[in-house]
Each structure stands twice: as C-alpha cells, then as structure tokens.
C-alpha cells in the first residue's frame, strides 16, 4: 500500500524505503495444486514487504464485532467451543488492546492497533510502520512528530474501547516512541503514555512457540482496505462496520514460512484488513501473546512477529533512555480474613442427617487422594461450616467436593451480603481470592447454595449464611454459565420426589481436569457435578447431575452441541469423572435413564427422572 502510504499526514520513514527498495519479483508459490502470485521486495527490505497490507485470507475464518468487553461467538464449532470455554482469558486480552489515533483539528483517524504485553514488565507495542506514520527522524532517530505537514498540532493517542455500538472511549496520550528505524528490524515499536496513564492490564508473552495447528486470535481494529482484492468478502465478514474492535480466530499455518525469517515470524489465518497492523495474536487456549501482526496477502497468509522476538526489540530498546512504563496503579482489593478461631465450635455435614441412614462423606480415590489439602499436622482434611463441610484440593486453590445438610422444613430466607472471606485454617495460597474475580466475567459461584444450610435458630441462620460466603466454598463460573436450571435443581428435588421430613444430602462439586484452562493462575473448571440423596421410608433414593460443556465429558456424556447442558447420569459416571467413592450413596435407589442406557440431557425441570 506505498500509495496509501505517501498520503499520510506525516511522510513515513518506512514509505520512503518501500519507495527506495521498489524491486518487486513475482513469485509462483503452490497452495492445494493452485498457482498464487505473492509480492515481495527486494531482499535489502525484505521486511517491508507488505507493511500495512492485512488481509482476509477464507470466508471461513470470521472477524466478530466486540461489544462491551465480549463477543458473539461465531457459528464454527471448532472456534465456537474453545472460545467459549476460554472466554475470561480473551476478554481479559481484549482490555489490553486499543486503537492508535492521529488527532488533528479536532478531527481523528485511526492508523492502527496496539497492544499492552508483559515481559519483565508491561510495555505498550505496536509496528513500526505504524509509528512511522507519526513519526520524524532527527539525526537517524525517531521522534513523536508534534504537528503535521499542514503545520497543525498533531496529537496520538490509543483508545482502549472504541467498540460497535458504543461511543464510551478509554483514551491515552502517547508522548513518546521508541523503535529501530532499521528495515531489516522486526516491525515492532514501543509507545510511551503521558505520565499518569492508566494502562489495562498487560497480556503475558507466551515462554512457548506454538504449534503448527494451534487455535490463535488477533484482536484489533481492522479498517478500510481499498487494497483487499476480495471486496465480495470484505462486504461479507465485516458488514460495513470497520475501525472497531474485533476478534478474529484462526489457526497458526507455519511456524517458519518462507517469505519471512522463520526465527522472526509466525504464519496465520486470522482475518484482518488495514488497521488492524500492531493486532495482538493470542493463543485462545493458554491465553498468551504468541505475536504481534504486521502484515498478509491476500487469501494466502498473515504474519505476525513472534512473540518473544518482540521482547528481545523492546529489551534493545529500553536499553537506551527509555523511561519505566508501569501498569496502572490499582486499588487494593479488599479481603477480610477469619482466623480459626473466629470459626471453632462449627459442626459440620452430620452423616446422620437422614434418620436410620449413615451417609458418610465421598473417599478421594486413586490419585486424587494425594491431592487434597491437609488442614493440620494430624492429615485432618475435612473443613467444617455451619451444617456443611468441604474437602480443599492441595494445588487447585478449590474445593474437590462440598456437602450439604438441607432442612427443608426448617429453612428460612435471608438476606445475602456478598461479602466473601478468607479462611485462616488454611494457607491463604490455597485458595482464592477477589483477586481472580476482578475487572472479568468471572463470578463467584456458591458450590453450597446460600441458602441450603440456612436453618435452625436465629444465631444458626445468619451463621450459616455468612458460612456460605467464603473463597473455599466459590468455584470461578463464567456468567454464561445456566445457573436458572442448575441452581433450581435442588428446590425440584425437595418439592416434588415426597421427600420424607423434608430433608436432603446435597454434594457439589467442579470436575478437575488437568486439562482445564489457566487463568491468573487458576486452572477453570468446565464441568460441574451435583448429587442429591433423600430418604423414602427407609431406603436412601438419589440423584445425580453434570453441567458442563458437552465435549468435555464425552466419554460420559453424549455431545448435543455447543453450551451449557445439564445432563441427568448416575452415581456411578460422578465418580468416574471425580475419583470420589460415595460409598453408601453408590447402592442407593436411582430413576431409571433413557431405554438405551445414555445419559439424560435436561432442558427443562419436568424432564428430570426422580423414580
């Protein structure tokens, strides 16, 4: 785009060399037995290839528009399900990413993307050939050009928003730039905000080179693009909305692909347009910076800067005078600890709960046994709240399992406090905390349910309430997730299945795979189990349930698609996928599952079989 380029306010440096090296060579490169002519410049700017010439590369890889912090999710299962399933990391990623801006008389182009990485420490990056187009040399080095070629005052800026439907704005003033005006550098440049600068928090740089296959995503601002050859397409992925932020998934085609140095570059299929230079390419599932974009052909390939070589550029550069960029200062997240002695004397899941029937707490099996925490020097494992217990896993900072006492002719409703607490009878590393909680989509979700054990007296009542309000009891669930059905799940249980004295067991708990995706340090649990027992006259009946996303228990469960789904299984599958042996509870008396023996998928509250 060396047209578009020379008509940029400021003449850019890299326009001048595109200009200055314009050998162009066609060259036949076969993709599926098809012939493709690609463009390439001459080898002293190889670099400079295609500066600012983004482009969509298959229908079938879609832009979707950002709005309020989130996404749609595209209608591709093979990007729908992870994307859901990594959502909290994307959108976290999404915060660090805004739109570069020259404003001039009042009015305001956009030029490019940005991005906010963390190395050692947090940096904002883009290319060079963005930089370039506000930039001026001075004795062979860049400098921030501070008005434009009219004489006007020029100011950058990034905005951290700029969404569809939406003129909410989270606006810097970039007062510096750092970058090697030499073209055969990787096309990366550091921008240095105004002092006082509140920078979104930074994206980790993943420590590992993806694969060849990996699912990415480039988050940026894809604009106008005269120079895209498919307009039919651009029309097609992108509506007329352009200049907005959007997240684009793809998949990592080359790890060292010819026209660029493969130590220096990654090959991707995420489509982009102009705008979208400087674009963050994040790996969806490990929620890391694997590259910066710079530039594609169209309906070939993209490329991105690898990730760490865009750390090794901003360490050459910050070895000179480049002043400390630090994240935003943040107010402290308020965590009340409650030592051991503010909750002694708690009693506990009582397994003589249900008259005539000892129903013990779950056994951890096999591995798991050696993963739950001991609470004290004795091997202890047990914490106990008020008419429920919970077992804490050793290394997940979450519960394996929760139980449960439910009275339910003695309940009573309370107001709820959302004040959460730390328990001190554990390491605080142990568990979590607001800190996983904050500026996300992620909510606290009550693995006991506040109300379940809120019966008794009045003291009993409040006690146990506020019980229900600590970190061990919260596992991380997405606010997607189908909290109506699953949280209604135990009031259909007690009111319909005749439950003698109206009294229940209850035992929740996530499924801990070590598969399940990290965020801020905590692996997410994407599956969740629930086990409900009563008696009717003297035999013990139960009930067992999953919430989960439908392929991640397929070995249990038959897929139905993309979701959350509540599927009504067996004792017997919850202890296939937990390690937990209920003992008592695995004879107890169970509903009948379909006639062909699979798992009962549950839409609505009357397709639950109680027997």
Same mark, same amino acid.
């Given at each position: 785009?060396?047209?578009?380029?020379?008509?940029?306010?400021?003449?850019?440096?890299?326009?001048?060399?595109?200009?200055?090296?314009?050998?162009?060579?066609?060259?036949?490169?076969?993709?599926?037995?098809?012939?493709?002519?690609?463009?390439?410049?001459?080898?002293?700017?190889?670099?400079?290839? !295609?500066?600012?010439?983004?482009?969509?590369?298959?229908?079938?890889?879609?832009?979707?528009?950002?709005?309020?912090?989130?996404?749609?999710?595209?209608?591709?299962?093979?990007?729908?399900?992870?994307?859901?399933?990594?959502?909290?990391?994307?959108?976290?990623?999404?915060?660090?990413?805004?739109?570069?801006?020259?404003?001039?008389?009042?009015?305001?182009?956009?030029?490019?993307?940005?991005?906010?990485?963390?190395?050692?420490?947090?940096?904002?990056?883009?290319?060079?050939?963005?930089?370039?187009?506000?930039?001026?040399?001075?004795?062979?080095?860049?400098?921030?050009?501070?008005?434009?070629?009219?004489?006007?005052?020029?100011?950058?800026?990034?905005?951290?928003?700029?969404?569809?439907?939406?003129?909410?704005?989270?606006?810097?003033?970039?007062?510096? +730039?750092?970058?090697?005006?030499?073209?055969?550098?990787?096309?990366?440049?550091?921008?240095?905000?105004?002092?006082?600068?509140?920078?979104?928090?930074?994206?980790?740089?993943?420590?590992?080179?993806?694969?060849?296959?990996?699912?990415?995503? =480039?988050?940026?601002?894809?604009?106008?693009?005269?120079?895209?050859?498919?307009? =039919?397409?651009?029309?097609?992925?992108?509506?007329?909305?352009?200049?907005?932020?959007?997240?684009?998934?793809?998949?990592?085609?080359?790890?060292?692909?010819?026209? @660029?140095?493969?130590?220096?570059?990654?090959?991707?299929?995420?489509?982009?347009?102009?705008?979208?230079?400087?674009?963050?390419?994040?790996?969806? #599932?490990?929620?890391?910076?694997?590259?910066?974009?710079?530039?594609?052909?169209?309906?070939?390939?993209?490329?991105?800067?690898?990730?760490?070589?865009?750390?090794?550029?901003?360490?050459?550069?910050?070895?000179?005078?480049?002043?400390?960029?630090?994240?935003?200062?943040?107010?402290?997240?308020?965590?009340?600890?409650?030592?051991?002695?503010?909750?002694?004397?708690?009693?506990?899941?009582?397994?003589?709960?249900?008259?005539?029937?000892?129903? =013990?707490?779950?056994?951890?099996?096999?591995?798991?046994?050696?993963?739950?925490?001991?609470?004290?020097?004795?091997?202890?494992?047990?914490?106990?709240?008020?008419? @429920?217990?919970?077992?804490?896993? !050793?290394?997940?900072?979450?519960?394996?399992?929760?139980?449960?006492?439910?009275?339910?002719?003695?309940?009573?409703?309370?107001?709820?406090?959302?004040?959460?607490?730390?328990?001190?009878?554990?390491?605080?590393?142990?568990?979590?905390?607001?800190?996983?909680?904050?500026?996300? !989509?992620?909510?606290?979700?009550?693995?006991?349910?506040?109300?379940?054990?809120?019966?008794?007296?009045?003291?009993?009542?409040?006690?146990?309430?506020?019980?229900?309000? @600590?970190?061990?009891?919260?596992?991380?669930?997405?606010?997607?997730?189908?909290?109506?059905?699953?949280?209604?799940?135990?009031?259909?249980?007690?009111?319909?299945?005749?439950?003698?004295?109206?009294?229940?067991?209850? @035992?929740?708990?996530?499924?801990?795979?070590?598969?399940?995706?990290?965020?801020?340090?905590?692996?997410?649990?994407?599956?969740?189990?629930?086990?409900?027992?009563? +008696?009717?006259?003297?035999?013990?009946?139960?009930?067992?349930?999953?919430?989960?996303?439908?392929?991640?228990?397929?070995?249990?469960?038959?897929?139905?698609?993309?979701?959350?789904?509540?599927?009504?299984?067996? #004792?017997?599958?919850?202890?296939?996928?937990?390690?937990?042996?209920?003992?008592?509870?695995?004879?107890?008396?169970?509903?009948?599952?379909?006639?062909?023996?699979?798992?009962?998928?549950?839409?609505?509250?009357?397709?639950? =079989?109680?027997?």
């Amino acid at each position: 785009m060396l047209q578009e380029l020379m008509r940029a306010p400021i003449y850019p440096a890299v326009a001048r060399a595109f200009a200055a090296e314009a050998v162009r060579a066609k060259q036949p490169l076969t993709r599926g037995g098809t012939d493709v002519t690609r463009e390439r410049v001459g080898d002293a700017g190889w670099y400079l290839t !295609a500066a600012g010439q983004e482009k969509i590369i298959e229908l079938g890889y879609p832009s979707l528009l950002i709005r309020n912090g989130t996404f749609e999710l595209p209608a591709v299962p093979e990007y729908a399900t992870p994307m859901r399933l990594h959502r909290p990391q994307l959108e976290a990623a999404i915060r660090a990413v805004g739109r570069v801006e020259l404003e001039v008389g009042g009015r305001t182009r956009a030029v490019g993307t940005a991005v906010v990485l963390h190395g050692s420490k947090p940096w904002l990056v883009t290319n060079r050939h963005v930089a370039d187009t506000f930039a001026q040399l001075i004795d062979g080095r860049p400098v921030l050009a501070t008005h434009d070629q009219s004489g006007q005052p020029l100011r950058v800026q990034v905005d951290f928003l700029e969404e569809a439907g939406s003129v909410r704005s989270s606006t810097i003033v970039i007062e510096a +730039l750092y970058y090697d005006p030499d073209v055969m550098s990787p096309d990366v440049a550091l921008l240095i905000p105004a002092a006082g600068a509140q920078l979104p928090e930074a994206v980790l740089v993943d420590d590992q080179e993806p694969d060849v296959g990996t699912l990415v995503a =480039a988050i940026g601002y894809p604009g106008d693009d005269i120079g895209e050859r498919d307009q =039919a397409a651009l029309a097609e992925l992108f509506a007329g909305t352009l200049e907005k932020k959007r997240i684009a998934p793809g998949f990592v085609i080359a790890r060292e692909p010819a026209t @660029f140095p493969g130590e220096l570059t990654l090959q991707h299929s995420c489509s982009t347009l102009a705008g979208s230079s400087g674009s963050l390419l994040i790996d969806v #599932v490990r929620g890391r910076a694997v590259g910066l974009h710079f530039t594609g052909m169209s309906q070939f390939a993209n490329y991105a800067v690898r990730g760490r070589a865009v750390l090794d550029v901003v360490a050459r550069l910050v070895g000179s005078d480049v002043p400390e960029l630090r994240a935003p200062p943040e107010a402290p997240l308020e965590e009340v600890v409650l030592e051991a002695s503010a909750l002694a004397g708690r009693r506990g899941y009582d397994p003589e709960f249900l008259p005539g029937a000892a129903i =013990a707490l779950p056994k951890p099996t096999g591995d798991l046994a050696g993963q739950v925490l001991a609470i004290d020097d004795s091997g202890a494992t047990v914490l106990d709240y008020t008419h @429920f217990s919970l077992v804490m896993h !050793a290394t997940r900072r979450l519960a394996v399992f929760t139980a449960v006492n439910i009275d339910g002719a003695r309940l009573t409703r309370i107001g709820r406090s959302d004040r959460w607490f730390i328990d001190g009878r554990i390491p605080r590393e142990a568990q979590t905390g607001e800190w996983l909680y904050a500026r996300n !989509a992620l909510d606290r979700g009550h693995l006991v349910r506040r109300l379940d054990p809120c019966w008794g007296d009045d003291r009993e009542v409040q006690q146990a309430n506020d019980d229900t309000f @600590f970190f061990t009891n919260c596992s991380p669930q997405h606010q997607d997730f189908n909290q109506g059905l699953w949280n209604r799940l135990e009031d259909h249980v007690l009111d319909h299945a005749r439950v003698e004295r109206d009294r229940l067991l209850v @035992f929740t708990g996530p499924v801990l795979d070590d598969e399940d995706p990290a965020y801020r340090g905590v692996q997410l649990p994407q599956a969740f189990w629930k086990l409900v027992a009563w +008696l009717r006259g003297a035999t013990v009946h139960a009930v067992a349930f999953v919430l989960s996303q439908a392929d991640l228990v397929e070995h249990f469960l038959e897929a139905l698609g993309d979701g959350w789904h509540t599927y009504q299984v067996g #004792v017997a599958d919850i202890t296939a996928l937990t390690g937990l042996d209920f003992g008592a509870l695995a004879r107890a008396v169970e509903p009948a599952l379909d006639e062909s023996g699979r798992r009962r998928p549950i839409r609505a509250l009357s397709e639950i =079989a109680l027997g």
